[in-house]
């Protein structure tokens, strides 16, 4: 059997339900005034005092399996209420030598020379993604070095998170074309003639001064 830590209205009114009771018989169960159930419904996050709290304790611990079972049921939150995951993208930081891969993405009738990138499914690990996204878009192999930290990204809201990877194989080629209009090696002194600095997610400068 549970232990009801701390009562409030929500858990008191869940426990009515959980009997089938109307307020009346409710609260002529608990030995209580009917306003006082009616408190509990209108105010669902107040606490009762000490000695409702007692009441209710002993109502809960002398209700049968039935009763409480449904009043655990009633407490679960609902799907519905349950929050959303967050959408996770990863983004590898490509580098070949002295050079970093950018792609370019196509936007609402813009251009813009970004990281490659893909959307993380439940589940996925954000290293394999973004090894998997990067040959999927540019045809190019590479290796994960080190993962560089996550942000909620400040133009999209979703949640990015960074991969420092080391080139492997592969010419680069435009694999995706519907997403992007082309894909590049660029230097890393130029890389913000791309990308301006403050887009930038600063652990990326850091490695990349690093390297």
């Excluded at 006082?36 to 809960?60: C, F, N, S």
């Excluded at 590479?142 to 979703?158: D, N």
């Excluded at 997403?179 to 490695?207: C, G």
């Amino acid at each position: 059997m549970n232990v009801i830590d701390a009562w409030d209205g929500r858990k008191a009114c869940a426990l009515q339900q959980a009997f089938r009771m109307t307020q009346e018989a409710f609260a002529d169960h608990l030995g209580v005034s009917v306003r006082t159930v009616g408190k509990w419904h209108a105010e669902p996050d107040a606490a009762p005092r000490p000695d409702m709290q007692q009441i209710l304790d002993t109502a809960y611990e002398r209700a049968a399996d039935t009763v409480r079972h449904r009043f655990n049921l009633l407490l679960r939150p609902s799907p519905a209420t349950t929050p959303a995951q967050s959408l996770r993208v990863a983004i590898a930081v490509v580098l070949r030598g002295t050079e970093v891969l950018l792609v370019c993405r196509r936007g609402d009738d813009t251009l813009s020379w970004q990281f490659p990138a893909g959307m993380c499914k439940p589940g996925a690990a954000v290293t394999s993604v973004a090894v998997q996204e990067t040959h999927a878009e540019t045809g190019v192999h590479v290796a994960v070095r080190e993962e560089l930290g996550a942000r909620v990204h400040p133009k999209t809201g979703v949640l990015a998170s960074y991969v420092l990877c080391d080139y492997l194989a592969g010419e680069a080629s435009n694999l995706d074309a519907v997403e992007n209009m082309d894909v590049a090696w660029v230097p890393l002194a130029a890389l913000t003639r791309f990308i301006p600095a403050e887009n930038i997610y600063p652990p990326i400068l850091s490695a990349l001064e690093a390297a």
